[in-house]
């Protein structure tokens, strides 16, 4: 493949987040059909939750979903699983898509490895130490999210598929959600409402979570979510190049 990659080095604001799901959308497909190598950029949207096509198939759903929007929590369905996730001014966002033409493929270690890595990196160059690990109390828990003090403060997830025309050539599209400047007691407390109102049981606790702003050393010098999009939207480029050259990678760490 000869298609250029396209990144976007500022933080887009989405006004809707059903535009968002649209732009990840289309990027994902663009690996899939139009032959580009890779694409990434990073976001932000309204304040809403987010929840996996399965709960749309739920009989309490559309009313859970009225009640929710009119406490200013409007509810928008993903096509992927997992569990219901919060959004919002202080949340960011990581959206990679990228095709592997090489004959190894990918393996979900691997793709985290790309995802989580330069988040890492970068945490730890502003004083914060982060690994991958599940926090059962966290909502929409899995293996890697990347956690600090035992907390999560980045949710990950990520999708393969087969680029048109090449049955060995996986697309791949990998996403993170950063707790940035977040009141992570009141999404988890959204969160939990929305379970509530359509009579499922399970709960999640606010101090299984943190933000970066909770855990960051000096509050008062925060860098703001643009100028943090920028450092590690460099870092991205750099992943995605590298991963263009060698398709070798070290476990999630």
Known sequence: ??????????????????????REKQLFERVIYDGLDHASFMWSANQCLVVPLKFSHHPAF????????????????????????PQGPGIINVSLALAN??????????????LCQPMITEFKQLGISAYCASVPEAFCDGDYNIVVDGKKMVGTAQRHSRTKGEVTHQAV??????????????????????????????????????????????????PSKELFSQRLMQRYQAELCRFGASKDFDECR
């Open 1 to 22: 493949m000869n298609t250029p990659s396209r990144t976007v080095n500022t933080l887009v604001q989405f006004t809707s987040m059903a535009d968002a799901l649209v």
């Open 62 to 85: 559309e009313d859970a979903s009225k009640a929710s929007a009119a406490a200013g929590w409007p509810v928008h369905v993903r096509q992927t699983g997992g569990g219901v996730t």
């Open 101 to 114: 033409s090489s004959n190894t493929r990918l393996s979900i270690a691997n793709g985290y490895q790309l």
């Open 173 to 222: 599209f990998a996403h993170a959600l950063i707790l940035y400047e977040t009141d992570f007691q009141e999404v988890t407390k959204q969160v939990n409402r929305l379970y509530s109102l359509m009579g499922l049981k399970q709960r999640f606790e606010s101090s299984a979570h943190c933000s970066l702003a909770s855990v960051y050393p000096r509050p008062d010098v925060l």
